[in-house]
């Protein structure tokens, strides 16, 4: 792996302009077309480590930024972060009063929730597909309960059966979703984004 990504042409970018990870392009890629991420806004980025969508979107935002992971993220200027699950209970408050605290916008909601987590492989992709479609309604629900109204959503996923279904359920909450690869992925990954802008409501079942 370390290997192929050196020869990566997204890799040696990413260490010469100094973000953390190559990832930080796709993100890039998705918000230069969507224009997901506007000046101001309270962005809250899910499974965030290393951090280099944290360091896009504060760029792009220069508001309250805040990243959650299971593990701790080395600190970025201007970032908030913490080391927590985002399914575990009591999360979705620590977040809210994250944003909506000093520096924040007051009333603890998102314009942006974005996510870019992924399970460890396995190698059994139906199992590997199974766990992704996991991560993204996680981060569906999260979105549901700390976004607001209008607010933007970008979540990977893997492709496979499941993949559908979960789409439409993003739609259902969603004014505008689509499917899109950007060009910094890998050409042999299955991943792809959905993005999902101007939430109207969370689903009766949360």
Known sequence: MMARNRHDHFYRLAKKEGYRSRAAYKLKQIDSRFRIIRRGDVVVDL?????????????????????????PIRSIDGVTTLAADVTADGTIDAIRELIGGEGGNGHGRANVVLSDAAPNLSG??????????????????????????????????????????????????????????????????AETYIIAKKFRRARRNL
């Open 124 to 189: 059994d992709w139906s199992y590997d597909h199974a766990r992704s479609i996991d991560l993204a309604e996680h981060a569906l629900s999260c979105a549901e309960q700390i976004l607001t109204p209008g607010g933007n959503f970008v979540v990977k996923v893997f492709q496979g059966d499941l993949f559908h279904g979960y789409l439409q359920r993003v739609r259902s909450v969603f004014g505008t979703v689509r499917a899109h690869s950007p060009a910094a992925s890998r050409k042999v990954s």
């Open 47 to 71: 499974g965030a480590a290393p951090g280099g969508w944290l360091q896009v979107a504060k760029e792009l935002s220069g508001g309250t930024v805040v990243g959650i992971d299971l593990q």
